[in-house]
């Protein structure tokens, strides 16, 4: 597991994903419409965090942009937490 360093925090990015009639696998953030996906905020569930990071839990689920994500691997990335806009806090369905 990475550990992030300073007021950095390790974020798996929730996905979902759709497959066209050819087989290609697009994937989106739930609920998020064709429109709106590529300039709405992103949720994910904190993995890990650094040390500045007082006010973030790991489980926590928080939205954030994506620009400020740096992608390690499919489904997750480090960012700041500054680039995270909200928690996700008693879901309501």
Not at 2 to 7: A, D, H, R, V
Not at 29 to 50: C, H, M, N, T, W
Not at 61 to 90: A, C, Q
Request: hydrophobic share 35%; aromatic share 10%.
């Amino acid at each position: 597991m990475i550990k992030p360093f300073s007021e950095h925090l390790l974020i798996e990015v929730l996905l979902v994903e759709q497959k066209t009639e050819s087989g290609i696998i697009l994937g989106y953030q739930q609920g998020q419409s064709e429109y709106l996906r590529d300039v709405y905020p992103f949720s994910g569930v904190i993995k890990a965090k650094g040390k500045d990071t007082e006010g973030f839990e790991v489980g926590e689920e928080v939205i954030f942009m994506r620009w400020g994500l740096e992608y390690i691997s499919k489904t997750e990335g480090i960012i700041d937490k500054k680039d995270i806009v909200g928690k996700l806090e008693n879901k309501k369905i």
